[in-house]
Each structure stands twice: as structure tokens, then as C-alpha cells.
């Protein structure tokens, strides 16, 4: 595959880049600069989800994902199955968003017992399963860094991430490969040829060096250490070729002016991307 830049057709802003405006800012700037795709946050649209998919469409863009579902393990059954409801809501909000992926964060342990919330990660996506299928909703599992496993998420590895999908049906059930949480895994482009059509989604930002922070610390795309690029090649080959979202959590880049931090972004994804 030739060494070229992603096309901008691709680009998708992932709202948590400009996690600081409102939706309606940011569709209107994306609009202004030709951006096509967002990748909406829950809490940003959850007060109106049919005015924000309203405020998308007469933008000209489209949804190319919904941020989060997941956080499945939990101490009771009780809040476990609390969860399992919110879970449901947040896919009729894909769906009236017009998207057909929700990205699952897949939640920490609430203990000690890291391998029970594992399991509870796999019996909570077969819970939403028949009501994703219902509504056409594909879930797509996130696997995240492991400095996260505390905190966000059990689920650390592509690997880990493909298996659990592998139990469920591939037209509803995929992975989605972020470059900040899997460029470090030795297997990942093994990896990543494993989930082939199970990828439902390609996010982008950059390894800073020193990292300045766990979680506010990603970079633009060719300002850190990640072969992006090289990432982008491999699950084109493995069959994605849909929106590529630039999701940065960064207090600097949220403060920028939203004109001047879109143009940055289209510059930074067509040199690295």
C-alpha cells in the first residue's frame, strides 16, 4: 500500500478534542472547516440527543461513532445490571445520533479481582447484544492502554479485545484500534490482521516524550513517537477503510481558538496520518 496521507474525507473530530465547547460550536467550526465526521461524546448530547443529531445533519456531518458504553463490572448485581440499562440508552443515542457504532470503555475492576471483572465485561456485551442488534447498533470494544487497567478499563490489549469479540457475531461485535493504547504491544499488527472486518474504528493522537500526564497528555498527530502511519497501513490491509478519529485529551489543545486548533489538526493528520 502506498505511503500517502489518509484522505480528509476520512477525518473525524472526536468530540473530546474540543471537549471544551459546546456541540453546537463545534459542528459549526467543523462545518467551516470542512470536516465531515464527528465522533460524539454521551455528555455532550445525552440532555437532546434528537437536537444534537438535528444540529449534525444541518451541519452537513455525519456521526462516525458515540463515546462511551461500557463500565460493565461492578460489586452488585444490582449496579451491575444498572449498567446493563445504560448501556441500552446509550445505544438508542447512537442511534438517533445516525451512527452505527458505540465505543465501549469496558470499566475497572471494583475490587481486587481483575479476572471477575473480565468475565463481567464478556457477560455485560452479551446482555446488549440482542438490543444492539435490534437497533443496529454495532459495539465496538476499546482495549486501552495499561496504565488504565485501575482506573478505565480490564481490557488492555487488541488481544484481549479480539477474543472477547470473537464470541459474538462479527457484523455486531468489534474492536476499536486507538494508536495511543496499542502502539506499544509487541503483537499489534498481528493483531490487528486478526480483527480484519471486526474493526469498527481508527483513532488517532500521538505519544508524548516525556508523557506529561496519564490521561491529558496525548499529542497531535506527529508531535510524539507513535508510527501512525505505519498503524494506518496496517488496518487499511486488514480491511478498514472508514472514518479516522483525532481524539486528544489535552488542556493546552482544548484552550486553542476552534478555527486555528482545526486547521493545526488537518495539517498535523495529512503529514503523520
Not at 233 to 262: K, M, S
Given at each position: 500500500?502506498?505511503?500517502e496521507?489518509?484522505?480528509?474525507d476520512r477525518?473525524s473530530?472526536?468530540?473530546?478534542?474540543t471537549?471544551?465547547?459546546?456541540?453546537?460550536e463545534?459542528?459549526?467550526a467543523?462545518?467551516?472547516?470542512?470536516?465531515?465526521w464527528?465522533g460524539?461524546?454521551?455528555?455532550?448530547?445525552?440532555?437532546?440527543?434528537?437536537?444534537?443529531?438535528?444540529?449534525?445533519r444541518?451541519?452537513?456531518l455525519?456521526?462516525?461513532s458515540?463515546c462511551?458504553?461500557?463500565?460493565f463490572?461492578?460489586?452488585?448485581?444490582?449496579?451491575r445490571r444498572k449498567?446493563?440499562?445504560?448501556?441500552?440508552?446509550?445505544?438508542?443515542?447512537?442511534?438517533?445520533?445516525?451512527?452505527?457504532t458505540?465505543?465501549?470503555v469496558c470499566?475497572?475492576a471494583?475490587?481486587?479481582?481483575i479476572g471477575?471483572?473480565?468475565?463481567?465485561v464478556?457477560?455485560?456485551?452479551g446482555e446488549?447484544?440482542?438490543?444492539?442488534?435490534?437497533?443496529?447498533?454495532?459495539l465496538a470494544i476499546e482495549p486501552?492502554?495499561?496504565?488504565?487497567?485501575?482506573?478505565?478499563s480490564?481490557?488492555?490489549?487488541l488481544?484481549?479485545?479480539n477474543?472477547i469479540?470473537?464470541?459474538?457475531?462479527p457484523?455486531r461485535?468489534?474492536?476499536?484500534?486507538?494508536?495511543?493504547?496499542v502502539w506499544?504491544?509487541p503483537q499489534?499488527?498481528?493483531?490487528?490482521?486478526?480483527?480484519g472486518?471486526?474493526?469498527?474504528?481508527f483513532?488517532?493522537s500521538d505519544?508524548?516524550?516525556?508523557?506529561?500526564?496519564m490521561l491529558?497528555g496525548?499529542?497531535?498527530?506527529?508531535?510524539?513517537?507513535?508510527?501512525?502511519?505505519?498503524?494506518r497501513n496496517?488496518v487499511e490491509?486488514?480491511?478498514?477503510i472508514?472514518?479516522?478519529?483525532v481524539e486528544i485529551?489535552?488542556?493546552?489543545?482544548?484552550n486553542t481558538?476552534?478555527?486555528i486548533?482545526?486547521?493545526?489538526?488537518?495539517?498535523?493528520?495529512?503529514?503523520?496520518?
Amino acid at each position: 500500500m502506498p505511503d500517502e496521507s489518509a484522505s480528509l474525507d476520512r477525518l473525524s473530530l472526536n468530540q473530546i478534542t474540543t471537549d471544551k465547547r459546546s456541540l453546537e460550536e463545534t459542528v459549526r467550526a467543523c462545518a467551516r472547516a470542512d470536516i465531515r465526521w464527528i465522533g460524539a461524546w454521551r455528555h455532550k448530547i445525552q440532555e437532546d440527543p434528537v437536537h444534537s443529531a438535528k444540529l449534525i445533519r444541518d451541519a452537513g456531518l455525519r456521526t462516525s461513532s458515540l463515546c462511551r458504553g461500557g463500565f460493565f463490572p461492578a460489586a452488585t448485581a444490582g449496579e451491575r445490571r444498572k449498567r446493563i440499562e445504560d448501556n441500552r440508552h446509550a445505544i438508542d443515542e447512537a442511534a438517533t445520533l445516525g451512527t452505527d457504532t458505540l465505543v465501549l470503555v469496558c470499566g475497572p475492576a471494583s475490587g481486587r479481582d481483575i479476572g471477575a471483572a473480565r468475565d463481567m465485561v464478556i457477560d455485560g456485551i452479551g446482555e446488549i447484544v440482542p438490543y444492539a442488534e435490534k437497533c443496529g447498533i454495532r459495539l465496538a470494544i476499546e482495549p486501552l492502554h495499561p496504565m488504565y487497567a485501575a482506573e478505565r478499563s480490564v481490557i488492555v490489549t487488541l488481544e484481549q479485545a479480539n477474543k472477547i469479540a470473537a464470541q459474538f457475531p462479527p457484523e455486531r461485535v468489534g474492536v476499536i484500534v486507538d494508536v495511543f493504547h496499542v502502539w506499544w504491544d509487541p503483537q499489534v499488527y498481528e493483531q490487528i490482521a486478526a480483527a480484519g472486518s471486526r474493526i469498527f474504528g481508527f483513532h488517532v493522537s500521538d505519544w508524548m516524550v516525556p508523557l506529561p500526564d496519564m490521561l491529558m497528555g496525548r499529542g497531535m498527530m506527529g508531535k510524539g513517537i507513535i508510527e501512525i502511519r505505519r498503524l494506518r497501513n496496517a488496518v487499511e490491509r486488514a480491511g478498514y477503510i472508514g472514518p479516522i478519529e483525532v481524539e486528544i485529551f489535552n488542556h493546552e489543545i482544548w484552550n486553542t481558538p476552534l478555527d486555528i486548533l482545526l486547521r493545526q489538526m488537518k495539517e498535523s493528520y495529512l503529514e503523520a496520518v
